[in-house]
């Protein structure tokens, strides 16, 4: 069995310029290796101030007993504005509580089963897009997740031009927006200008022209009476129960791309990882191989199954939730005091950072037996629901908690089926991903399999 591997780690005193450098190329490989076992760590630099806490109780606290007393850092919002607005990943307070009530609808139980075709119809494509032979994994599932969101969002595949011209933006807007800028690391009034490379700028512009387009032509077949019954139509229909309003095209146009973003990058993240590791260990690949042909017969006859045939991979879902333990996609979650705190003895003033690293709960010594390997059998054990409770936060915890949490539980289960219902996966020796992690955790020079398909 391979180790999954991991970033390397600064030493625990560095020059701030150097700080700064490496934090520009990864977060992760910024922090020092005792975050593995320690209950809090402080950093001071100049113009921050924040600490990562580190333990259940403190993380707790922050995300659920008192979430309105760490909101969302605006230095979050800095690297975001120009693509995501005002969109329900970076508002707080009031802003925030109305855009989840007109949102969360679409996401309950029920509205899983009424998207399930869609995805299912995007898993099929995935599995015809692969090819025998070595593979760049992530950006597939880059592609297999972005087509999910807009068969569900839109009612059309990837394949359509408008959504296929957001897609390959988008992928260029990656390549060229920093992970850091002034204005992230030194408060900056609203009235000075923010700097952006200009690829950035024209990136972001485009996306939202294209996503403002395709709601626009939504807002209009909703008023004749004619647009499908998907994601966009219900978000958009919805009416808060507090206010009776609804989202106009603007804010629509913010919760798309927040959408866009969130609901792709992450599940492309989460599923390039789990591939790797299932490619690692060819022993448990057989066991969900079994597992996955369950769906053979409707990869045979080209019919859709129904939404309850999720249940007949379990051992594909806790593979899918042990991958989210070793590589969550999102690393750190940012807040800041509304006042003044005191954590362990550290005082902190009003708009101090404070982090949570589901990165470092996941992998932590005091939580986790054996947390660096992988061993996604530990699902099946009682106690890990304790663990999970204490270090399992992939998809955030509290009020704040991904609204899409069982979407992409979902989606993540029924793309790996049905990709291992038709495919063998093999990791490449010479080609061992190096993690690391601006918004989310990604391989530095991509994921690289050997594919064969699977008599």
């Known amino acids: 069995m391979t180790r999954p ?56 606290l922050v995300l659920q007993e008192r979430p309105r007393d760490f909101p969302k850092s605006d230095r979050v919002r800095e690297g975001l504005r120009l693509l995501l607005g005002n969109s329900v990943f970076v508002t707080n307070g009031d802003d925030w509580a109305r855009q989840r009530r007109i949102i969360d609808p679409a996401f309950e139980g029920g509205r899983l089963r009424d998207t399930f075709p869609a995805m299912w119809g995007a898993a099929q494509a995935a599995a015809h897009r692969l090819q025998t032979g070595q593979v760049e994994i992530e950006g597939e599932m880059s592609h297999a997740a972005a087509d999910v969101i807009f068969r569900t969002l839109f009612s059309v595949p990837i394949a359509d031009g408008t959504a296929a011209e957001v897609y ?41 022209a294209l996503i403002t387009h395709m709601t626009t032509e939504r807002m209009a077949a909703i008023q004749a009476g004619t647009a499908p019954d998907d994601l966009a139509t219900k978000i958009m229909t919805t009416r808060d129960p507090e206010t009776g309003s609804t989202f106009d095209t603007a804010e629509m146009v913010d919760q798309v791309a927040i959408f866009f973003l969130a609901g792709h990058e992450t599940s492309a993240s989460a599923l390039a990882w789990t591939l790797y590791l299932i490619a690692s260990h060819p022993d448990w690949q057989d066991k969900l191989a ?33 991958a989210l333990r070793l590589y969550p996609p999102v690393p750190m979650l940012v807040r800041e005091t509304a006042q003044a705190e005191c954590f362990r003895g550290r005082h902190l003033a009003r708009g101090a950072q404070v982090i949570v690293s589901p990165w470092h709960l996941g992998r932590h010594e005091g939580i986790w037996p054996d947390p660096h390997e992988f061993q996604p059998e530990r699902w099946q054990e009682p106690q890990t629901k304790h663990h999970a409770r204490d270090g399992f936060i992939p998809f955030s915890t509290g009020p704040r908690v991904c609204t899409g949490a069982g979407f992409a539980m979902a989606e993540a289960v029924l793309i790996l089926a049905r990709l291992l219902c038709s495919w063998e996966f093999r990791a490449m020796a010479e080609r061992v991903p190096v993690p690391m992690a601006h918004m989310t955790v990604r391989s530095r020079d991509g994921i690289w399999l050997e594919l064969r398909a699977r008599e």
């Open 5 to 60: 591997p991991m970033p390397d780690h600064r030493a625990e005193r560095v020059p701030f310029w150097r700080h700064l450098a490496m934090f520009r190329r990864d977060i992760l490989s910024t922090q020092p290796a005792r975050l593995y076992r320690a209950k809090m760590a402080e950093v001071k630099l100049p113009f921050v101030h924040s600490v990562t806490v580190n333990t259940p109780e403190l993380v707790r």
């Open 168 to 208: 390959r933006t988008f992928r260029a807007h990656q390549r060229s927006a920093p992970i850091l800028n002034l204005a992230a690391l030194v408060p900056l009034p609203a009235w000075m200008p923010r700097f952006f490379p200009r690829q950035t700028r024209t990136t972001a512009a485009r996306i939202r």
């Open 290 to 322: 079994q597992e996955a042909q369950a769906l053979a017969p409707y990869v045979a006859n080209g019919t859709a199954p129904e939404f309850g045939l999720l249940k007949q991979f379990p051992l594909i879902r806790d593979t899918f939730r042990e």
